[in-house]
């Protein structure tokens, strides 16, 4: 049976002692410690009992340290025809290693480079998954891109977990793009054991001005994986950031994705398809704020659940009072597919700006009865044209990622779980 995790646990981690920026942990310290693990109270966590899991699942609260990995698991792990540089990171830590030298850009661990302001984009008060990370995170990485570097080839930002005493895993990442740089990151986590676990993941990204960056992410970890994770951006003006995210498979997975557009002519992209069954529960809390005039947002989140699976998705758009001529458009569309399959969904809106072109809805239903019929009546077997309806609703997503190698894999994936076949 399971040891309860209780808050003293937690105090344990918190307090235990760490290497480097004394005066930031201390900070996300005192934040972990008034807010606390979240419960169903928590108006930000109401549909995910985020917590109650880890308590009945986690037995050994401790961080997980690095095991040894070698080249042939980096290998294998890797999505099929990847091209392009690798970072590894065996239970959070980073693995220099088994890592890609990278032309121009910068890449040092966190702990060579206090001068990095952790969790000025990621507040600690904002979430307290977010703290307790700062405070406890054993050490991380800074990946630099400089002024002007435009990098033609995407980076992989490979997980490997392989857990065999402590469950917790807290990787810590800061991206930086320089004025004028573009690069492309792609994350995938793979579980090289079948042991549960709690991977407690913060991502904090800064663009500078005309800097054009994308971060795709795939989550497809096994039935025992749980995640909170905080992946927060600024951006400048003339400046882009695009984020894809492809949820396929975990026990229960809490994302957390934050951008704020700090410039004028600036456009944020954030998509996101989840692809549900069995007992997963995933729950994509979305932000976007918008502090300056001229700029644009667009947010599509699509789900697909089936059996007693449950989604959960709350996107904020604000815009701001000097915020005028703004564009911000949100969407969240779900089909379940079974009875005892439910989605939360709840799109919200502030405005206080008056001069602006905004929008925001969501939509849950079932497969449309006449176009499944349509396609049988043309000799298509029912599973096929099931799977083909769901593919061409899944598919808009799939569409917005932009290396495509990782696409066609994303792809191939998405079509095994939802049996279409061209």
């Known amino acids: 049976m399971s040891t309860l995790v209780k808050q003293d646990n937690i105090g344990d981690l918190v307090n235990q002692p760490v290497n480097g920026f004394d005066s930031l942990r201390s900070i996300a310290k005192n934040s972990f410690n008034e807010q606390g693990l979240p419960r169903l109270k928590s108006e930000e966590y109401k549909f995910t009992a985020i917590t109650k899991k880890i308590e009945a699942s986690i037995s050994n609260f401790s961080q997980a340290s690095a095991v040894e990995v070698s080249m042939e698991s980096v290998n294998s792990a890797t999505f099929s025809g990847f091209e392009g540089a690798k970072l590894v990171f065996s239970n959070g830590v980073f693995q220099p290693r088994l890592s890609d030298e990278i032309e121009g850009v910068a890449i040092s661990l966190l702990s060579a480079n206090e001068s990095i302001p952790l969790g000025s984009i990621a507040k600690p008060e904002k979430d307290p998954f977010a703290a307790l990370n700062q ?72 663009g500078g001005i005309n800097s054009h960056l994308h971060y795709y992410r795939i989550q497809n970890e ?38 704020n557009i700090l410039g004028s002519n600036s456009e944020g992209n954030m998509y996101g398809l989840y692809l549900l069954n069995g007992k997963s529960h995933v729950d994509n809390h ?130 095994e779980r939802l049996g279409a076949k061209f």
């Open 135 to 206: 405070a406890s995170f054993q050490d991380g990485v800074s990946i630099v891109i400089p002024k002007k570097t435009k990098l033609a080839q995407p980076i992989l930002l490979l997980f490997l977990n392989s857990i065999s005493e402590g469950q917790i895993v807290q990787p810590r990442i800061w991206i930086e793009g320089g004025d004028f740089a573009e690069a492309t990151f792609i994350e995938q986590t793979v579980n090289l054991t079948e042991t549960s676990l709690f991977v407690n993941k913060v991502v904090e990204i800064k």
């Open 286 to 415: 979305t932000n976007v704020d918008h502090t300056v005039a001229h700029a644009e947002s667009n947010e599509l989140y699509k789900g697909i659940l089936a059996d007693q699976s449950r989604g959960v998705f709350n996107g904020k758009i604000f815009v701001r009072q000097d915020a005028q001529k703004t564009n911000a458009f949100q969407q969240n569309n779900n089909i379940l597919l079974s009875e005892d399959a439910v989605i939360n969904t709840k799109p919200q809106l502030e405005i206080w700006a008056d001069d602006v072109k905004c929008s925001h809805g969501c939509t849950t239903g079932q497969l449309d009865e006449e176009a499944l019929f349509y396609l049988q009546a043309r000799g298509i077997g029912k599973t096929q044209a099931k799977g083909l309806l769901l593919y061409a609703f899944a598919g808009e997503v799939l569409e917005h990622i932009g290396d495509e190698a990782f696409k066609t894999y994303c792809t191939k994936l998405v079509e």
């Open 222 to 259: 096994g039935k025992n994986y749980i995640e909170a994770s905080n992946i927060e951006t600024d951006i400048q003006k003339d400046s882009t950031f695009s984020t894809v995210l492809i949820s396929l498979s975990g026990d229960m997975i809490r994302n957390n994705l934050s951008l």
